[in-house]
């Protein structure tokens, strides 16, 4: 009987924790949400955004990763160009660990392409964007990316209006009134980029650049002279042929999406730039509503 009683108890334990486990477990699982079309196929790219937070986007799936604490009910934004917004509540339970979220779609043709629930009809220059903000959401790298989503979201007049509040960036003004895009600290010229392709001031990329690599622009009391990091304070607004002038090179209607590096440190190796120490600035194109 002592033995009996034994295994019992030992029973009684290993019910116990066969009940405890699973439920410990169940409150660390991953929740996620999942957007589909109205026709059920995963829509990727989605804009997925929670209450006080920035955006992220779906992976091919339609599925974006919230994390183990999402429970309850959370407040969602979701939006993908080609189909109707949709906001509200959604709810997740002790057992509830995906969200769906169907998305209507709508009669709009976007990059010249028209949007389709896959993955397969971003154009290839987007695609390397997403592919950067999806590595970006797992942690790998430091950029900060407006997506076709949010641009047309912000609906501005002016280029440089997408990149007021972002962290890494300081718009400041030549001498003629128009607005440049510096570094946190004001202190030099960030690097440019439309298309892939490196943007130069009229004055040309290598004007005041100490190693004769070109870096966008240069300021200097002096010119010529290490202009392109001068941290001389009584330079507060530069000529305009020393600087790239966002908003006569870009109308908003053409900007698909923007990806900002605050430090040059943190730059992608798939993105080409010789020397974009103090951060940098992508801008692609291609606009987001057919003509």
């Known amino acids: 009987m002592p033995r009996c009683h034994r295994n019992v108890v030992s029973c009684v334990v290993l019910l116990v924790a066969g009940l405890v486990v699973p439920r410990s477990a169940l409150f660390a699982q991953q ?9 059920g196929q995963p829509v990727a790219y989605a804009n997925v955004t929670l209450a006080g ?12 990763d919230l994390g183990a ?9 979701v939006r ?9 509540d959604l709810a ?25 629930d896959s993955s397969g009809g971003v154009p290839a220059f987007l695609r390397g964007f997403y592919e ?3 590595a970006r959401q797992r942690g790998i790298g430091s950029g900060i990316y407006m997506t076709p989503e949010e ?37 030099c010229q960030m690097t440019v980029l439309v298309d892939g392709h490196r943007v130069c001031p009229v004055g ?7 190693s004769g690599s070109s870096g966008g622009v240069a300021t200097s009391a002096t010119p010529g002279a290490g202009a392109r990091r001068s941290r001389n304070p009584s330079v507060s607004q530069p000529n305009d042929d020393q600087y790239v002038l966002l908003d006569a090179l870009l109308n908003p209607t053409e900007v698909a999406a923007v990806e900002v590096y605050p430090r040059g440190a943190s730059i992608p190796p798939s993105l080409p730039t010789v020397d974009a120490s103090c951060g940098l600035i992508a801008f692609w194109t291609g606009g987001r509503k057919a003509p």
Do not use: W
């Open 31 to 39: 929740r996620t949400i999942r957007v589909t079309s109205d026709d």
């Open 53 to 64: 937070e920035r955006p992220r986007i779906t992976n091919e799936k339609g599925e974006v």
């Open 69 to 77: 604490s999402a429970r309850g009910t959370l407040t969602v934004d």
């Open 80 to 88: 993908r160009l080609g189909y109707e917004p949709l906001y509200g």
């Open 92 to 116: 997740f339970g002790d057992t509830v660990t995906v969200g769906r979220v169907p998305l209507r779609r709508i009669a709009r043709r976007m990059f010249t392409v028209t949007i389709t």
């Open 132 to 134: 950067r903000m999806l």
């Open 151 to 187: 641009v047309d979201k912000r609906s501005v007049n002016m280029a440089t209006a997408l990149l007021q509040g972002l962290n890494g960036i300081s718009l400041r003004h030549t001498t003629s009134g128009k607005i440049i895009a510096m570094n946190s600290e004001g202190t």
């Open 204 to 210: 040309g990329c290598n004007i005041g650049s100490p």
